[in-house]
């Protein structure tokens, strides 16, 4: 019952950090998944991006996800390849609730997106619609009776249009798709897998059946499901796959389930689960799905890219067996989005709705916001940070710094902080007097005296170590008194609010005025993380010179002490000798002919080098000799 994704990784290939990675990169040093060689590294889109669903639309490909209490929402991407992926607008502009794991469909010519949404009054189910996805959506429609997480559309044998939800129900939709036209009811009870053994052989968070996803392919149906808990254990959530003849059922599981799953907790990506599965333009099929990177809940769920083959007894089968390498890109696709899209902004347009968003936005959020002279003016909001409903981006990097400069109007405090929501927050920021720094969701703490119409500030998260710095010119900076840890700055931490992610970037202003803020500057500093020294070759070198025939000989050595066969390149001043992969054990040795009657004393010099599993270690190591004859 393992899944069929992912090995026990070697020693040499983790460390404390996670696996050793090496991604492409694009403006600002962000990593990107293309490779640009014909492959691509996961994720396909880095940092939060939960609950991502597909839609195919002849060549081109588009993509939304879960955008919570921020606003606009429901953002959309687009792609020709599957991976790499451009924001091109957002979907909502209405507060409407907390936004919830959507499914973006195109019927027709009309494109939907349908979500759940936690509201004032309860859960429910919402559509908006356009005719052109470049364009306008529709305002929300609240569906009744679609009281239920995870929607999911799907079309019938008999051309009946429908709703799939979390926990095994499905609705049935009116031909317009915008409101129900049957009874919610229970279809599909999930794959049982062992959850109560002792001792556990599988460690989940709960059952949770979840983000169902319909798939038509020749005679079946193929529905696609989440189960095991989206957070929790890092071997909580997974992808299992149920088909049927006919949209209603009867629903058959994979004998083989699950698809997808995190094994184990070294695994490099944890809790894979919500996958969509989508026709590539290579014709095959592919999933894409969210998980955590190992080591870094803090960025979120984040969206990772597989293929998938067909058996001939018609199941989906994983092909991928070890995430930590690179995937061959899908044929026939083409990148219009070779550069990836900036963090930095210099505010010379209005980038909210793609790059920017307001947290714990109200309806009419934006007009808080204008843009002139390359600047952005905000317009303060709240008596706090907590109540400020900031301007938010998302970072996708394990180790970066962002800057901003900034100018004050009236009483007004602004800043930078790195949040999770509300109530689990940290950063700096400057009132006109004073700068101050703010820890895990309380302060403003005891700062920094400082008297300056216009002020830089700095937030540094080097692998969850939070450094913050102030500057009056913005060349000179002052580091704060406040350093911190925040690698339980995530959701799996902050779980009794409504659901937010891992950690993100936000411009503040409270108060009574406003704030101009210039330059937002993102700089990664690291993204790979890099592995320990492998251990040193074991290897004894001698030297040793002797007469023969009245002429000197110098004898060199090199034990392999190692258990790995090693190349061996021995070298005095009286020649050089290679051989090649001595044995564990054996000893490499050469006698050199000095052609004199006595030589003076030196050194010889012994490369030893091992290639293996990708990577080589090389040691160099002397031994001395002194003059022969000594008299």
Do not use: C
Request: glycine content about 12%.
């Amino acid at each position: 019952m393992s899944s069929r994704t992912g090995t026990d990784p070697s020693p040499s290939d983790y460390d404390g950090w996670g696996y050793n990675l090496r991604w492409s990169t694009g403006y600002d040093g962000q990593r990107k998944a293309d490779l640009g060689d014909g492959t691509y590294l996961n994720p396909v889109i880095a940092g939060q991006l939960t609950d991502p669903d597909i839609v195919k639309d002849g060549s081109d490909y588009y993509l939304t996800m879960s955008t919570f209490d921020e606003l606009p929402g429901l953002l959309v991407w687009h792609s020709r390849d599957l991976v790499n992926w451009r924001k091109v607008g957002s979907a909502l502009t209405e507060r409407i609730g907390n936004v919830l794991a959507p499914s973006i469909v195109k019927v027709g010519d009309r494109f939907y997106i349908y979500a759940a949404v936690l509201g004032a009054t309860g859960l429910g189910t919402y559509v908006v619609y356009t005719d052109d996805i470049d364009g306008a959506w529709s305002a929300p429609v609240k569906i009744e009776g679609g009281n239920a997480l995870d929607p999911g559309h799907g079309v019938g044998e008999d051309g009946k249009r429908y709703l799939f939800f979390g926990g095994g129900r499905r609705m049935q939709l009116t031909d317009d798709g915008l409101t129900s036209a049957g009874p919610m009811e229970t279809v599909y009870a999930g794959w049982q897998y062992p959850r109560t053994a002792y001792p556990p052989v599988w460690i989940d968070e709960g059952f949770a059946l979840e983000g169902p996803k319909i798939h038509r392919r020749g005679d079946y149906f193929y529905m696609i499901v989440g189960q095991g808990g989206t957070y929790g254990p890092p071997t909580s959530h997974m992808v299992v796959v149920a088909r049927s003849k006919s949209i209603n059922g009867p629903w058959e599981n994979d004998p083989n389930s699950p698809l997808i799953r995190t094994s184990r907790r070294n695994d490099p990506w944890w809790s894979r689960g919500h996958g969509t599965v989508v026709e590539g333009p290579d014709k095959k099929p592919w999933i894409m799905y969210h998980a955590y990177e190992n080591g870094y809940r803090t960025l979120g769920r984040q969206a990772i890219l597989e293929p998938l083959e067909w058996t001939e007894d018609g199941w989906l089968r994983a092909t991928v067996k070890d995430l930590t390498k690179p995937i061959a890109m899908p044929q026939g696709g083409s990148n219009v989005n070779p550069d990836g899209q900036p963090m930095s902004d210099d505010f010379s347009k209005n980038n909210i709705g793609t790059q920017w968003r307001f947290a714990d936005a109200a309806s009419g959020e934006s007009n808080r916001a204008s843009f002139a002279d390359n600047a952005l003016t905000l317009q303060a909001k709240g008596t706090s940070y907590a109540t400020s409903s900031p301007l938010t981006i998302v970072p996708g990097d394990r180790a970066y710094e962002a800057t901003i400069q900034i100018s004050l109007a009236g009483a007004t405090e602004a800043g930078i902080m790195l949040f999770v929501d509300q109530a689990l927050f940290a950063g700096i920021g400057y009132n006109g007097q004073r700068v101050t720094t703010y820890a895990k969701g309380s302060g403003p703490g005891n700062g920094l005296a400082v008297s300056t119409g216009t002020i830089w500030l700095k937030v540094m998260n080097l692998h969850h170590d939070l450094v913050m710095y102030s500057s009056t010119d913005g060349q000179n900076w002052t580091k704060t008194n406040s350093n911190l840890e925040i690698s339980g700055y995530h959701h799996n931490v902050a779980r009794d609010r409504p659901p937010t992610e891992g950690l993100r970037l936000g411009l503040y202003a409270y108060g009574s005025g406003n704030a101009v803020f210039r330059d937002f500057q993102y700089r990664v500093i690291e993204n790979s993380s890099l592995p320990p020294a492998p251990p040193a070759l074991k290897v004894d070198v001698s030297a040793d010179a002797r007469s023969i025939g009245g002429k000197v000989h110098l004898t060199m050595a090199a034990k392999n002490n190692d258990s790995v066969p090693v190349d061996v390149v021995l070298t005095s001043a009286f020649g050089e000798k290679t051989f090649k992969a001595v044995a564990p054990g054996k000893t490499a040795s050469v006698t050199f002919n000095s052609r004199a009657a006595r030589i003076d004393g030196g050194e010889a010099t012994a490369v030893v080098t091992n290639m293996s599993d990708g990577s080589t270690r090389t040691i160099t190591k002397t031994a001395s000799y002194g003059a022969f004859p000594t008299a």
